[in-house]
């Protein structure tokens, strides 16, 4: 049985307000199934629960689309909430859309969404057994780094997202993704390091566009893809 943790949630949206890092307020507990009417009880409650789950993603997602808190709205051509399994153990997060992103609607469809792709399959995971988005859903112009306002604006949406599919590991793309989400941006400097908080494992390595721009970086992206594959055997 999932929670959320409301009490919490409100101080970490407080914490955000102060430019602060927000954590996932995420707890569970589990218990036997002893009778077949237990089960299918249980099951019933699952699919419930289950259904519920996806009318708040969906109703997220309309509002992201439809939102306008803050001016990336004004040259969007399409919002770009995300996309993947409402029920993966991993979340990707990036930094915004790009250009193509942008048309389509979807995260990571252009050049670094290629290599996101690439590396995953080299571990033997699937886009559609992911959950991909971006720190903010709107392009902004020329592909510039989000703005603090825009970030702010947009982490509402990405707190639910994160609550609501509670994955078991969130890969964090770039130092833009680490700063707003564990408060940490130096990241030539924590790639590949283990953060576990609220028992959720954030495993922050460098932005797929980056690499593109820099090859030489590939051995160290693929190096912290490779430790995501060792976590997946444990969780």
């Known amino acids: 049985m999932e929670k959320i943790d409301l009490d919490g949630l409100i101080r970490r949206l407080e ?29 019933t409650t699952y699919n419930q629960k289950s259904d519920e789950k996806l009318k708040q993603l969906k109703q997220i997602d309309k509002e992201i689309i439809s939102c306008k808190n803050c001016n990336l709205h004004t040259g969007r051509t399409k919002a770009v909430p995300g996309e993947g399994s409402y029920y993966a153990k ?15 609607g979807r995260p990571f469809v252009g050049r670094a969404g290629q290599l996101l792709t690439k590396l995953l399959s080299e571990i033997g995971l699937s886009r559609n057994e992911v959950y991909i988005t971006n720190i903010v859903k709107c392009r902004p112009p020329e592909n510039r780094q989000p703005s603090q306002e825009e970030a702010i604006a947009c982490n509402p949406f990405l707190k639910r997202q994160l609550e609501l599919i509670s994955p078991r590991v969130v890969v964090l793309l770039g130092a833009t993704a680490s700063k707003y989400v564990i408060g940490e941006d130096k990241i030539t400097k924590i790639r590949g390091r283990i953060f576990e908080i609220d028992n959720i494992i954030f495993l922050p390595t460098l932005h797929p566009a980056a690499v593109l721009r820099n090859e030489s970086q590939l051995p160290l992206i693929r190096e912290d893809f490779e430790k995501l594959r060792e976590i997946l055997k444990n969780v």
């Open 15 to 43: 914490l955000l307000a102060k430019d602060e890092p927000f954590y996932s307020g995420l707890f569970s507990n589990s218990g036997d199934k002893k009778t077949n009417q237990t089960t299918i009880k249980s099951t």
């Open 90 to 104: 991993v979340m990707i997060i990036g930094e915004a859309p790009g250009r193509e992103e942008d048309i389509q």
